[in-house]
């Protein structure tokens, strides 16, 4: 028979705050150490990515970096394709050789289509085979909702993303290459004697920003992927679909110092915690502790703090016997606005089966009182 208990915990706080909404057509906030989504709005609407395409591209110069011996001090030349692409610009030349480390710092800093080219076709050959390549990352990293045409993020029919993957992607970039992603938090790089800022103003105007990737075409509005940390704790946040450059960096930062300052990783469960001693049927242990073998963490905001539900559910009386670590059920914790967290609950100590000859003794003494043969001795 499956036994529910009901649990409630109520959290009182001096504030209520409500919850958080953006003037962003699209948007994600991410916290980065438990891969939840704190908040989100048309998250899978596809968009162009724009320059944001960006990412993907130093993503796969960082895994060459990283995995084969390609050096950011070897040299790649700057083609006529390269030189004549619009837009953004790191004002390569014809025929120059520029190491990839100048080449990533266009890329970032500078947000240079000439500079995508160029690297693209340095790796692979055409930026065409390059954006085959990028592809095949996204999929590696299931990024569902995810197409590349190109390198720099011209706008393309059928080059599209997700504010969803283009977070996923960001975090997989910083977890991946830990030390390379500090070329995202420079804020200014000179090449050919033009200096340029970094574009993404949350470096200058957010405690804590360290990355990632502005974009912006007509279609899309002005988009950012932006990351920050503050005392070990990363939040992502991705934006598009905003009217300005200015409103672009004023959606980010709201949605961040939200994350911060309105939400907190809590542990709801502490690993080993007895959550209930339960009856054992026919065991040589009259009971069990149920427990749970992890933490059991979770990003809530204040308001969700002001109640949490939980169940427990096993089958009563539990019957022996079973191994120390077993699951013999489930604790279900719900909070507003998320997923039930369903956590296992596991036996504390193994339990063996009681003597045979005692079997017929403890079931009818079970049955008359309730418990098992050892506890009415």
Known sequence: MKFLIYLFIAFLLSNNLLAIDSKANQAIVLDYNTKEILFKKNANQKISPASMTK???????????????????????????????????????????????????????????????????????????????????????????????NSSGWPEDNQYSTVNDIAILSNALIKDFPNLYT???????????????????????????????????????????????????????????????????????????????????????????????????????????????????????????????STIEYEKPISAPFEVGQKLGELTINISGKSPIIVPLVAENSVGNINPLMKFFAAIKYLIFGTSLDEIQ
Request: hydrophobic letters at 40%; one cysteine or more.
């Open 55 to 149: 990412i993907m591209t130093v993503y796969v110069v960082f895994d060459r970096l990283k995995s084969t011996n390609l050096s950011i001090e070897d040299k790649c030349t700057v083609s006529a394709k390269a030189y004549k692409m619009g837009g953004s610009r790191m004002f390569l030349e014809i025929d120059d050789q520029v190491s990839i480390n100048d080449l990533l710092r266009g890329i970032i800093i500078q947000s240079g289509n000439d500079a995508s080219i160029a690297i693209a076709e340095c790796l692979s050959g055409t930026e065409e085979d390059f954006a085959k390549l990028m592809n095949i990352y996204a999929e590696k990293l299931n990024l569902n909702d995810t197409n590349f045409t």
């Open 183 to 309: 070329y995202f938090n420079e804020k200014q790089f000179t090449y050919n004697e033009i200096k340029q800022p970094n574009r993404n103003k949350l470096l200058t105007h957010f405690i804590g920003a360290d990355g990632l990737k502005t974009g912006y075409v007509k279609s899309l509005g002005w988009g950012i992927s932006g990351s920050a940390i503050r005392n070990d704790r990363r939040i992502t946040v991705v934006v598009a679909g905003t009217n300005s450059a200015r409103a672009r960096l004023n959606e980010s930062i709201n949605l961040l110092n939200w994350a911060f300052t309105q939400t907190s990783e809590k542990l709801l469960v502490k690993k080993n915690k007895v959550i209930k001693n339960v009856d054992v049927w026919l065991g040589d242990k009259s009971t069990i502790n149920l427990i749970v073998n992890n933490n059991v963490s979770t990003i809530i905001s204040f308001d969700q703090l002001q109640s949490i539900e």
